[in-house]
């Protein structure tokens, strides 16, 4: 018998390799994004030494790292010590459609790669791990480390922006009156939702630290005369005025407890019939590949949270008194759970 074992791709101790040094990537990538390489390559390639000039960092250890990332696509080399922005290394771009530049730096600063070292023990225990990793709640640490937390609201607003275009092709929004960005970070998916409907008006909520650095990015959105800014706990209360809801990745961060009391505050703020969004990555039902099972880990070690199926969040949003009415699939890692207010 013929053996066929070389056109079956590379053979598992080499693929195993790869996925155990997977941490080496993600951090050559943190490192170009955080020192903002794609944007010096967008004119045009340059050399390594030039770029080192231009960024702050030591020639040669900058060398080593362009050339890793380019043996893997996300630059290229056309010449020796010269690099150039590819497809790939576009989305480090600060902004570029299809930004992820600050979310490469947020996942691989401190405060998510210290908990993730502690993988383990949130696997014996289940329970996260930040405060043994950061001496305090990561919402905690965002508030210490306010470079830090710029970052992290920057990250979610790339992972906005990758949400809103689709959130907008798949959901009519234009029969909303008040629609209220419920953990809303600088405002991308509200933003999204006023453009698509320019009679709406808009509420964007989110913590004091968050919402001090929002009106900006609002401004520079074209909604900010259409938004009002309101800062709390949605633990406590959510605003009240808006016929639909719309939080992104809010419910990942918690167990079903929390959860379902946001759920509820939701609840008791929209108007009666008034609309639900979830935005986020469902587990699928036969385990399929996809992002939602990682997200799902981030969110064991990181908060506690986790990521749910569609019978999970059936479940969830009936227990605060919302019906499921629909999972939208979208061209993105993301899907759009719609819910009535019963």
């Known amino acids: 018998m013929t053996d066929t074992s070389q056109h079956n791709g590379p053979p598992p101790p080499e693929v195993m390799?790869?996925?155990?040094?997977?941490?080496?990537?993600?951090?050559?990538?943190?490192?170009?994004?955080?020192?903002?390489?794609?944007?010096?390559?967008?004119?045009?390639?340059?050399?390594?030494?030039?770029?080192?000039?231009?960024?702050?960092?030591?020639?040669?250890?900058?060398?080593?790292?362009?050339?890793?990332?380019?043996?893997?696509?996300?630059?290229s080399q056309p010449d020796p010590g010269v690099f150039a922005l590819t497809p790939l290394g576009e989305t480090l771009r600060s902004d570029t459609p299809g930004s992820l530049r600050f979310f490469a730096i947020a996942e691989t600063a401190f405060g998510h790669w210290a908990p993730w070292g502690r993988l383990l023990d949130s696997v014996k225990t289940g329970a996260p791990m930040a405060r043994e990793a950061l001496g305090g709640e990561l919402w905690e640490w965002y508030g210490r480390n306010a470079e830090e937390a710029e970052f992290f609201s920057a990250a979610m607003g790339n992972l906005s922006a990758l949400a809103a275009s689709e959130l907008v092709r798949v959901y009519d929004c234009t029969t909303a009156r008040t629609i209220a960005d419920v953990g809303g970070a600088h405002g991308v998916l509200l933003a999204a939702a006023l453009r698509a409907n320019p009679s709406a008006r808009g509420i964007l909520f989110d913590l004091p630290h968050v919402i001090a650095t929002a009106a900006e990015a609002l401004e520079a959105q074209g909604v900010a005369d259409r938004c009002e800014l309101v800062s709390g706990d949605f633990f406590e209360a959510v605003p009240d005025g808006a016929d639909l809801h719309i939080l992104k990745q809010i419910l990942h961060d918690w167990d079903d407890e929390h959860a379902t009391r946001l759920l509820t505050n939701c609840h008791r703020a929209l108007t009666p019939g008034g609309k639900l969004?979830?935005?986020?990555?469902?587990?699928?039902?036969?385990?399929?590949?996809?992002?939602?099972?990682?997200?799902?880990?981030?969110?064991?070690?990181?908060?506690?949270?986790?990521?749910?199926?569609?019978?999970?969040?059936?479940?969830?949003?009936?227990?605060?008194?919302?019906?499921?009415?629909?999972?939208?699939?979208?061209?993105?890692?993301?899907?759009?759970?719609?819910?009535?207010?019963?």
């Open 17 to 75: 390799l790869r996925m155990i040094t997977g941490y080496w990537v993600s951090q050559a990538v943190g490192v170009a994004a955080r020192l903002g390489v794609a944007d010096q390559l967008a004119s045009g390639s340059r050399s390594s030494d030039d770029l080192a000039r231009a960024v702050g960092a030591q020639p040669q250890a900058l060398h080593r790292v362009l050339r890793m990332l380019a043996s893997i696509g996300v630059f």
């Open 277 to 342: 969004l979830l935005v986020e990555m469902v587990v699928p039902a036969d385990n399929q590949p996809g992002m939602a099972q990682a997200m799902d880990l981030n969110m064991l070690v990181l908060l506690g949270g986790r990521e749910r199926t569609e019978a999970e969040y059936r479940d969830l949003l009936g227990g605060a008194g919302f019906r499921l009415d629909r999972v939208i699939a979208t061209h993105s890692p993301f899907q759009v759970i719609e819910a009535t207010r019963s």
